[in-house]
């Protein structure tokens, strides 16, 4: 962002720039420490891993779909997303959202285990092929 100028000054110098990206910092590091738990959480306590795997995924998926829509606007739009392969981060983030789901299902999941079965519903059915996933996988 750095090497182009646009009015004297090279993007990176608006506060229009900065503000957005010290937020996906903090997003970054939000995730990175539900990650770290759920991971150690494996070793040590495992009867809390699921509850910190439930709190990671919907961390990470919204810094990922917050990392591919900024960096787009951060390129100037369609212009220099083709320069730089930007626009190849935002359809593999589309993919994962498709592939592993949204944050609506871990959410879901992550109230049965804090609340109690059944207190906390979705708005809208899984998807079949999430439904049967969810089914091989225990979750």
């Not at 903090?26 to 809390?48: P, R, V």
């Not at 083709?82 to 949204?102: E, M």
Request: glycine share 4%.
């Amino acid at each position: 962002m750095k090497v182009r100028e646009q009015l004297d000054h090279p993007p990176g110098y608006f506060q229009a720039l900065k503000h957005p990206l010290v937020n996906l910092m903090i997003m970054i590091e939000q995730a990175k420490s539900f990650i770290y738990n759920a991971a150690c959480a494996i070793d040590s306590e495992l009867a809390n891993a699921a509850k910190f795997a439930r709190m990671a995924k919907p961390s990470a998926s919204e810094m990922e779909a917050f990392a591919s829509n900024r960096s787009i606007q951060f390129h100037d739009g369609i212009r220099f997303t083709w320069k730089y392969f930007v626009h190849l981060y935002r359809k593999r983030q589309k993919h994962n959202q498709i592939l592993y789901g949204d944050v609506k299902y871990p959410r879901s999941k992550l109230a049965d285990l804090l609340m109690g079965p059944g207190l906390f519903k979705l708005s809208h059915p899984l998807p079949s092929y999430l439904a049967h996933q969810c089914l091989l996988t225990g979750l």
